[in-house]
């Protein structure tokens, strides 16, 4: 079946813009992440959606990020005022449910450049 | 100190070799243990996960020492197709996987 998909691929935007980043989990997994991976590092946790909640938004650098998951499926994680900082892989991943024995299947990944 | 922390490598091996890697974390009460394969400008995806008791997929094993907080995975009878970065995830609380930076593996014919 179809896995995670993201859109845009890539993104290319000015410093102080607005990008919205979308992704689509697999049909059925309820649990929803989003993680950020800047060159040479892991991906870092950014937020946890089980069902429309936020169950966990630890990982949102500051109030610049936000994201939603209005009818529990598609998720769309929002950057206001973007800065060079936020260049990055931002990866989407979804599971069965919010144990940690459910396999999260990640996305092929945005990649964000703010020039 | 990062929670999760892998040397970077690279490690350059032959096909056929066997190579080891390790990872340590910090934190005592993390709870899961995974290693993760990237390939290059691709996504994460999970290659097994870490039991106490050591676990063996084919030519994989992975051991956790919870006593040391240390992570090892064996890779044994090297392929070509083995090229790709190693991530050691753990979790903590709930099920946000933490990530260490990864360990860059290169097998050459």
């Known amino acids: 079946g179809a896995g995670v998909s993201q859109t845009p691929s890539n993104k290319v935007t000015e410093k102080g813009k607005y990008v919205e980043l979308r992704c689509d989990p697999i049909s059925g997994h309820t649990a929803l992440y989003w993680y950020r991976q800047s060159l040479g590092q892991g991906p870092e946790f950014l937020i946890y959606f089980q069902g429309t909640g936020a169950a966990d938004d630890s990982g949102l650098p500051n109030d610049r990020f936000f994201a939603v998951r209005p009818e529990g499926s598609v998720s769309t994680l929002k950057i206001q005022r973007t800065e060079r900082g936020d260049s990055a892989v931002y990866l989407c991943?979804?599971?069965?449910?919010?144990?940690?024995?459910?396999?999260?299947?990640f996305g092929p990944g945005t990649r964000l450049t703010v020039l | 100190r990062k929670e999760v922390e892998q040397d970077p490598g690279p490690f350059n091996v032959p096909e056929g070799a066997t190579v080891a890697f390790n990872c340590t974390y910090s934190?005592?009460?993390?709870?899961?243990f995974f290693w993760y394969r990237q390939d290059c400008r691709k996504e994460p995806k999970l290659l097994m996960s870490v039991y106490s008791s050591g676990n063996e997929d084919g030519r994989f094993t992975a051991q956790l020492n919870r006593a040391s907080q240390y992570i090892s995975l064996l890779i044994r009878d090297s392929k070509l197709s083995d090229s790709a970065t190693y991530l050691c995830?753990?979790?903590?609380?709930?099920?946000?996987?933490?990530f260490g930076a990864g360990t860059i593996l290169r097998v050459k014919s």
């Open positions: 991943a979804s599971s069965l449910a919010g144990a940690t024995y459910n396999e999260q299947f």
């Open positions: 934190n005592s009460a993390s709870q899961s």
């Open positions: 995830v753990v979790t903590v609380y709930g099920n946000k996987l933490v």
